[in-house]
Antibody, heavy 120, light 110 residues
Framework: QVQLQESGPGLVKPSGTLPLTCAVS?????????WSWIRQPPGKGLEWIGE???????NYNPSLKSRVTISLDKSNNQFSLNLNSVTDADTAVYYC?????????????WGQGTMVTVSS | QSALTQPASVSGSPGQSITISCIGTSSDVGSYNLVSWYQQHPGKAPKFIIY???KRPSGVSNRFSGSKFGNTASLTISGLQAEDEADYYCCSHAGSTIYVFGTGTKVTVL
């Protein structure tokens, strides 16, 4: 059974960096697949942040591209998100997700989500 | 890249069918048969229910079906059940912008 689990600080100060990690179990992140981060501000809709391929290639949402880095940690079977220069607009539940392995542009396995609040 | 437009809310009685629209543009929904749909219950992570416009992943009820015409995708829930009460989001591949989600629709079972 494939499972994803986000971890990171629940509170980040404005202008700081938001670091999150997604631990993957039941599936190797070195398999031919993409992995993404998606966020949801309280009471609002979903926003795609960016994706990383098993080879390390990345694509980012243009609206966040200047502040986002996604990376792989193959030795620990996990991938990470760093979002810098955060403001209160970055307060959200952050989800890590697996892309559907058949090549479809869809997200089939989601972590439970982790709430991150930006506040001084 | 703007969010895809969905109705804020849709309601129906048990056993009825409802349809949720997802309006995009020629840069996203209209250009790719890569629309997916997600169901989200309160306090839970979204659940994957439709991919590539009209395909259901294994284990998803056949009461859920998808379609697309031009720049508009749709999700139909037939035989509405109490457990279908949730928020629903569409998502489309959008070329260089990669992925754009819909604004979300709250489904209420009367």
């Amino acid at each position: 059974q494939v499972q994803l689990q986000e971890s990171g600080p629940g509170l980040v100060k404005p202008s700081g960096t938001l670091p999150l990690t997604c631990a993957v179990s039941g599936y190797s992140i070195t398999s031919n697949n993409w992995w993404s981060w998606i966020r949801q501000p309280p009471g609002k809709g979903l926003e795609w942040i960016g994706e990383i391929y098993h080879t390390g290639g990345t694509n980012y949402n243009p609206s966040l591209k200047s502040r986002v880095t996604i990376s792989l940690d193959k030795s620990n079977n996990q991938f990470s998100l760093n979002l810098n220069s955060v403001t209160d607009a970055d307060t959200a539940v952050y989800y890590c997700v697996r892309h559907y392995p058949n090549g479809a542009y869809a997200f089939d396995i989601w972590g439970q989500g982790t709430m991150v609040t930006v506040s001084s | 890249q703007s969010a895809l437009t969905q109705p804020a809310s849709v309601s129906g009685s048990p056993g009825q069918s409802i349809t949720i629209s997802c309006i995009g543009t020629s840069s996203d929904v209209g250009s790719y048969n890569l629309v997916s749909w997600y169901q989200q219950h309160p306090g839970k992570a979204p659940k994957f229910i439709i991919y590539e416009v009209n395909k259901r992943p294994s284990g998803v009820s056949n009461r859920f079906s998808g379609s697309k015409f031009g720049n508009t995708a749709s999700l139909t829930i037939s035989g509405l059940q109490a457990e279908d009460e949730a928020d629903y989001y569409c998502c489309s591949h959008a070329g260089s912008t990669i992925y754009v989600f819909g604004t979300g629709t709250k489904v209420t079972v009367l």
